[in-house]
């Protein structure tokens, strides 16, 4: 069992930028996959970037199109932390972000979810 706890969130003003993580109970391994997510109030969870782990240090990411440019994710795993840094946030990117995994790699229903953190971006 993946254990996820994600941490970063806060309030911040149209333009700036904030650093999520995610700290996981165990090593990322090759093959697992492992995102990011976001839902607003009244409306459906979605997701934001993923990352498929083809080595230790990282593989393919995948980020949906309004985040493109602006959002990067990564991963530390001698830190067992996975990262979501967003630049140049927009209003509309508030919502509360999850963070997810999956063992048997990207495609199908995600194993795992942490609690959620809050972003507020002020215009």
């Known amino acids: 069992q993946v254990q996820l706890v994600e941490s970063g969130g806060g309030s911040v003003q149209a333009g700036g930028s904030l650093r999520l993580s995610c700290a996981t109970s165990e090593y990322v391994y090759i093959g697992y996959c492992m995102g990011w997510f976001r839902q607003r109030p009244g409306e459906e969870r979605e997701g934001v970037a993923s990352i498929y782990m083809a080595s230790m240090g990282g593989g393919s990411t995948h980020y949906v199109d309004s985040v493109k440019g602006r959002f990067t994710i990564s991963i530390d795993n001698a830190k067992k932390t996975l990262y979501l840094q967003m630049n140049n946030l927009k209003p509309e990117d508030t919502a509360m972000y999850y963070c997810?995994?999956?063992?048997?790699?990207?495609?199908?229903?995600?194993?795992?979810w942490g609690q959620g953190t809050q972003v507020t971006v002020s215009s």
């Open positions: 997810a995994a999956d063992t048997r790699g990207c495609g199908g229903t995600w194993e795992y």
